[in-house]
């Protein structure tokens, strides 16, 4: 790819290959690892979207003819315009009432979206990426879900190789130290079909006998009425909060299984609206993580989408 400042004169002239039509079937061929890298950046299909534009735009305006490699332009251009909004996002997040939870996204049609391997499309994993700085979470992304070299994560972080091998490192030792293997996809499902008949009833030597002893509860409901501002940690305050609530939460509810981000995730439905999407992060002791996304700007986009 050659480098280029996004700063140059545009220059819409050449031959075909730098024609609109060929530039779009170039965008389009890249789209789905586009977004994946933007969506795992930022945790936010809308927010996603946006930098997909950007970054059309940008292409739409550069001098193509000198560009042997599109995909690698672009990816490049969307990293970069990923990181940037990082820094905005964060500073959003900042004022946001109640916990927040990445947007979830249905993963039926893209298992990996967009990626070579699933890495970091998980909830939970997302979650988690939050505390990285951007640099690190642009390298971690780029390795472990697409497989990039690093000398070539190099060149789109603009620093040294040994400097990208760091991030990667520094990055995998933070998940690792905060996230324990997961369960299978049957497994993950077995217990949550479990934790739900428990949920429902709110039993609570049931509920206690599911969730690890470090359990954390998150309901991201964006300041709505009913959702919990602050997270729930503890097994034991996580069942009695459970319990405390199943009276209120349970009754004429409905449930449909969907999948989430790769995982077995719980669709709630009251009177009409979807209400909630449950989803948990599962290791062989118990539940670690439940991720209530209540917030109605995230959940209508989900619900179109398995809509379909």
């Not at 739409?60 to 990181?83: C, K, M, N, Y």
């Not at 998940?175 to 293997?181: F, N, T, V």
Request: charged share 30%; aromatic share 8%.
């Amino acid at each position: 790819m050659r480098d280029r400042d996004d700063s140059e004169p545009l220059d819409r002239t050449g031959d075909d290959r730098d024609s609109l039509e060929r530039a779009m079937k170039d965008f389009v061929a890249a789209r789905p690892q586009l977004f994946g890298i933007a969506y795992r950046m930022l945790g936010s299909a809308a927010d996603a979207e946006d930098i997909l534009q950007e970054t059309w735009l940008r292409w739409q305006r550069a001098d193509r003819s000198g560009i042997r490699e599109p995909a690698a332009f672009l990816t490049t251009v969307t990293t970069r315009l990923a990181i940037n909004s990082t820094q905005s996002a964060r500073k959003r997040r900042e004022t946001y009432v109640g916990p927040w939870l990445p947007e979830p996204v249905d993963t039926r049609a893209d298992p990996q979206l967009g990626a070579e391997r699933a890495e970091a499309v998980d909830l939970a994993v997302l979650l988690l990426l939050e505390k990285l700085n951007p640099r690190e979470r642009a390298a971690y992304v780029l390795r472990e879900a697409f497989d990039y070299p690093y000398e070539r994560i190099a060149e789109i972080l603009e620093t040294g190789e040994p400097h990208t091998r760091q991030l990667v490192s520094r990055a995998r030792k933070h998940l690792k130290a905060a996230r324990r293997e997961p369960v299978s996809d049957s497994a993950h499902r077995r217990l949550l079909e479990t934790f739900l008949e428990a949920a429902r009833t709110g039993t609570l030597t049931a509920l206690e006998e599911l969730l690890a002893e470090d359990v954390v509860s998150y309901a991201d409901g964006g300041g709505m009425r009913g959702a919990s501002r602050v997270p729930v940690a503890g097994r034991e305050r996580v069942a009695r909060y459970l319990a405390a609530f199943a009276p209120r939460f349970w009754p004429h509810s409905r449930v449909r299984w969907v999948e989430a981000n790769g995982r077995p995730a719980v669709l709630v439905w009251r009177g009409g609206h979807p209400v909630a999407l449950l989803c948990a992060d599962v290791s062989d002791r118990g539940i670690e993580r439940l991720m209530w996304v209540m917030n109605p700007a995230k959940l209508a986009p989900y619900v179109a989408a398995v809509a379909d």
